[in-house]
């Protein structure tokens, strides 16, 4: 097998410069050191790959919130409402059981 890089793999690594604070920096340092990484740019390109999974599931969260508050809403809109007061309390005393259980 050649040594020799993959002409296409070249193609979409562009060299970039990128400022670290010193903590940052040190973490990355400490990252290759561990062995877990090659260098430097396999930390950065792990670390950005965790951000858009992140991001991904953010996404993900919000659309559940926004179809959960859609769905509240359209009950609120049929007269489907809980007395607030009352739902307070219902959701005090099951903290309460629930403080209780794990005593």
Known sequence: M???????????LRPMNVN??????KLVQEKVAS?????????V?????LLVEQDRLREARLERLR????AGLDQAERGELL?????V????AMLRARAEGAE
């Open 2 to 12: 050649s040594k020799i890089a993959n002409p296409r793999r070249l193609a979409y």
């Open 20 to 25: 670290l604070t010193p903590e940052l920096e």
């Open 35 to 43: 062995g877990l990484y090659n260098n430097q740019s396999e930390v």
């Open 45 to 49: 390109r792990e670390a950005l790959r």
């Open 67 to 70: 179809s959960a508050l859609a």
């Open 83 to 87: 007395d607030g007061p009352e739902v």
């Open 89 to 92: 309390e219902e959701l005090r």
